[in-house]
């Protein structure tokens, strides 16, 4: 079995500079259309971005997704990724603490809190790590970096193409149920790139999980990934299923449906992007491979300036459909392609 440390080097090499997005699929943001508005009737420098998730008001409905931690190059990415979040007042996520879980000398590759005093801080575990833990070991992982909520990921593409992966996912389902139950704060059930179906949200909905991050087919694809990293034989699986999944779009209004705080996710990669995220009904939009290609390549002012770009666009939409602040954004009049309008109808519950 590879060291945790140098499978977290692997995945952020590989996603820096690879091509691990969908390759057919898109996430179907694409046939989101948003009605321009010619009267807006609004001063544009006065549109409220502002929207608060989990407890925390943002300056700007976007999250900076979990991706990293465990590893010297991760902790650099989380503090620079983290204090461009406090300067634009976004929300962010650092990536799966099962490292830190297993060794706590890791835990200083995940504290955030000295340059990020203030932001919306998501944790992260994996849901068969959360199943083998404790609530008070859970607990300690949300307590050691000042996190405002825990994201439990849900991954079974991945595992199954990766070759140290995990095979067996019983016990999930009550793993979470108990920590929504007993866990300090919120708990915001995540997917990874394969996005949360019909069946999966309403599985959610019943053991009383109010936070979901749909993280889409369509975006950076980890069955993608892992098939890079693997032997031949699963190569060919990940191959095989490198764009399954439920497209973004889709999955954000089946969450909606269930009236769920919704981050939509998974391949979006402009504020325009984010705005018809949110349009669909996001409350917030996260972006994950853009951020860490940014920051990667260019540091904490790549980062900036991809943040500050992102800001402009979804500016931009709101004042071209009228959309003087984020809840008006949501309501925003727009027309749906053929290819999302029967993902949505596919769905028991529309
Ligand atoms: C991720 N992602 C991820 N998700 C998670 O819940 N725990 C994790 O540890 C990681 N690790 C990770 C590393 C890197 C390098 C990337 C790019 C991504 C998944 C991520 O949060 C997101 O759900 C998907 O990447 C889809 O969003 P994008 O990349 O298409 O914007």
Same mark, same amino acid.
């Given at each position: 079995?590879?060291?945790?440390?140098?499978?977290?080097?692997?995945?952020?090499?590989?996603?820096?500079?690879?091509?691990?997005?969908?390759?057919?699929?898109?996430?179907?943001?694409?046939?989101?259309?948003?009605?321009?508005?010619?009267?807006?009737?609004?001063?544009?420098?006065?549109?409220d971005?502002?929207?608060?998730?989990? &407890?925390?008001?943002?300056?700007?409905?976007?999250?900076?997704?979990?991706?990293?931690?465990?590893?010297?190059?991760?902790?650099?990415?989380?503090? !620079?990724?983290?204090?461009?979040?406090?300067?634009?007042?976004?929300?962010?996520?650092?990536?799966?603490? #099962?490292?830190?879980?297993?060794?706590?000398?890791?835990?200083?590759?995940?504290?955030?809190?000295?340059?990020?005093?203030?932001?919306?801080?998501?944790? %992260?575990? &994996?849901?068969?790590?959360a199943?083998?833990?404790?609530?008070?070991?859970?607990?300690?992982?949300?307590?050691?970096?000042?996190?405002?909520? *825990?994201?439990?990921?849900?991954?079974?593409?991945?595992?199954?193409?990766?070759?140290? =992966?995990?095979?067996?996912?019983?016990? @999930?389902?009550?793993?979470?149920?108990?920590?929504?139950?007993?866990?300090?704060?919120?708990?915001?059930?995540?997917?990874? =790139?394969?996005?949360?179906?019909?069946?999966?949200?309403?599985?959610?909905?019943?053991?009383?999980?109010?936070h979901?991050?749909?993280?889409?087919?369509?975006?950076?694809?980890?069955?993608?990934? !892992?098939?890079?990293?693997a032997?031949?034989?699963?190569?060919?699986?990940?191959?095989?299923?490198?764009?399954?999944g439920?497209?973004?779009?889709?999955?954000?209004?089946?969450a909606?449906? #269930?009236?769920? %705080?919704?981050? =939509?996710? =998974?391949? *979006?990669?402009?504020?325009?992007?984010?705005?018809?995220?949110?349009?669909?009904?996001?409350?917030?939009?996260g972006?994950?491979?853009?951020? *860490?290609?940014? @920051?990667? %390549?260019?540091?904490?002012?790549?980062a900036?300036?991809?943040?500050?770009?992102?800001?402009?666009?979804?500016?931009?939409?709101?004042?071209?459909?009228?959309s003087?602040?984020?809840?008006?954004? #949501?309501?925003?009049?727009?027309?749906? &392609?053929?290819?999302? !309008?029967?993902?949505?109808?596919?769905?028991?519950?529309?």
């Amino acid at each position: 079995r590879p060291d945790i440390s140098d499978r977290k080097r692997d995945h952020i090499e590989l996603c820096a500079d690879q091509d691990v997005e969908a390759r057919i699929k898109t996430n179907l943001l694409d046939a989101v259309e948003l009605f321009h508005d010619s009267l807006p009737e609004l001063d544009v420098d006065a549109i409220d971005l502002s929207a608060s998730f989990a &407890g925390k008001r943002l300056k700007a409905p976007l999250l900076i997704t979990g991706m990293t931690g465990g590893a010297p190059e991760a902790e650099r990415i989380n503090k !620079e990724l983290a204090m461009v979040a406090q300067e634009l007042g976004l929300a962010f996520g650092v990536g799966s603490q #099962r490292a830190m879980a297993r060794n706590p000398d890791l835990t200083a590759t995940y504290q955030v809190r000295d340059v990020a005093p203030d932001i919306c801080l998501l944790g %992260n575990i &994996g849901a068969v790590q959360a199943a083998e833990m404790s609530t008070a070991q859970t607990e300690d992982l949300v307590g050691a970096i000042g996190a405002d909520a *825990l994201c439990v990921h849900l991954n079974p593409g991945q595992e199954l193409i990766q070759p140290e =992966g995990d095979r067996d996912f019983r016990g @999930c389902i009550d793993a979470i149920a108990r920590l929504v139950e007993e866990l300090s704060v919120p708990v915001i059930a995540k997917e990874t =790139g394969c996005g949360l179906s019909p069946r999966t949200l309403d599985r959610l909905a019943k053991i009383g999980v109010k936070h979901v991050d749909t993280s889409g087919a369509g975006g950076t694809t980890w069955i993608g990934v !892992e098939a890079m990293r693997a032997p031949a034989a699963q190569q060919t699986l990940g191959e095989l299923y490198w764009d399954w999944g439920v497209p973004t779009a889709a999955s954000i209004v089946y969450a909606k449906r #269930r009236e769920m %705080n919704v981050i =939509g996710s =998974g391949g *979006l990669r402009t504020g325009y992007d984010a705005a018809r995220a949110i349009a669909l009904g996001a409350d917030i939009a996260g972006m994950a491979l853009p951020w *860490l290609r940014a @920051c990667y %390549n260019e540091g904490a002012p790549g980062a900036r300036a991809f943040g500050e770009r992102c800001l402009t666009a979804l500016r931009t939409a709101m004042a071209l459909t009228g959309s003087s602040n984020v809840d008006e954004l #949501r309501q925003a009049p727009k027309m749906i &392609g053929p290819r999302l !309008e029967r993902w949505l109808a596919a769905d028991p519950r529309r």
